[in-house]
């Protein structure tokens, strides 16, 4: 079967473009290799998203998936390992099954995953301890002592958000210095409950089901931190690298595209995290997922 458009990727953004298309009456395809919602389904509460006062993020992934079905959309678990141009602009993804679909419009978003510290029992506790967005998680840990891992700007950015809410934070980097603007350096010098542990790396992360506390290299010394928050903000990875002969790519890896998500090559989007953008929220997914899907349907009409 051809299909109107192909949407790679089943996250916030990939979900909504295929809502978005079938209300325009066109067929959609969503491929997405790991589980449909995205990043979103880590978390246990999500309450920044529009409509809801608080949902897991399970249930917000699920009812996006349900809705973008009940409108018409298909979807298929595969991961698609590459992309073939044909006659008339016809896009082909082919995926690690063997699989192969066709569309004649083709939206990218397969969004960007954060960058892990590689500990054990990481990704176990994700959700239980360990975060990877203070604006999305630092209410949960309000009142409480937390962790910061890393040190560029979004990791002082997160400190200072977590600093006026938690009781206690630790700003733990690897280096004698921060990466991050002088500026924000200097406001969290001046907050009183947030404590700079430099030259010191995380080895452990301590507790059951819920993360009890981290254990810490620092200068060849062990120690113990007593927190229930680790939030790790080492950079992210977006997933472009099957579709770099499409769009062009910055030094990072993230798609070249503006607000209007359109790319070079004619027919191709892009929407979501994995785009080159200043703020990564749920809500700036599910609007680039409509723009790249209102932009599909005027190249498919043209």
């Known amino acids: 079967m051809l299909y109107d458009t192909l949407v790679i990727g089943g996250g916030v953004a990939g979900l909504t473009a295929a809502t978005y298309l079938r209300r325009a009456g066109k067929t959609v395809l969503v491929i997405e290799k790991n589980a449909f919602g995205g990043q979103i389904t880590w978390s246990p509460r999500v309450e920044n998203f529009p409509g809801f006062v608080s949902i897991s993020g399970t249930e917000l992934g699920d009812k996006l998936l349900e809705q973008a079905m009940e409108q018409g959309a298909e979807v298929e678990l595969d991961e698609v390992v590459s992309v ?13 099954s063997g699989a192969e679909f066709q569309g004649r419009s ?3 978003a397969v969004g960007a995953k ?9 990704e176990e506790l994700v959700g239980s301890g360990v975060c990877f967005c203070a604006v999305c998680d630092g209410d949960f840990y309000a ?3 937390v962790a910061v891992c890393g040190g560029g700007n979004a990791a002082l950015q997160d400190a200072l958000l977590l600093s006026e809410k938690c009781r206690k934070v630790y700003l733990v980097h690897r280096r004698g210095g921060f990466r991050g603007e002088q500026k924000l350096t200097e406001a969290l010098e001046k907050r009183a409950n947030v404590e700079f542990v430099m030259n010191a790396r995380v080895t452990e992360l301590l507790g059951g089901q819920e993360l009890e506390g981290l254990v810490l290299s620092q200068e060849g010394q062990r120690r113990e931190l007593p927190v229930t928050g680790l939030f790790v903000a080492v950079g992210h990875e977006p997933d472009n690298k099957a579709f770099a002969s499409l769009m062009a790519l910055d030094d990072a890896g993230y798609v070249a595209a503006g607000e209007d998500c359109l790319t070079e090559s004619a027919g191709v989007f892009v929407a979501g995290d994995c785009r080159r953008k200043s703020v990564r929220q749920l809500t700036t997914a599910a609007a680039d997922g409509s723009v790249a899907a209102l932009a599909a349907c005027r190249y498919l009409d043209a």
């Open 143 to 145: 009142g409480q002592d």
């Open 114 to 122: 954060p960058r892990m510290l590689g500990l054990a029992r990481e």
């Open 84 to 96: 073939r141009t044909g006659e008339n602009g016809v896009r082909t993804c082919v995926c690690e």
């Open 106 to 108: 083709l939206i990218i």
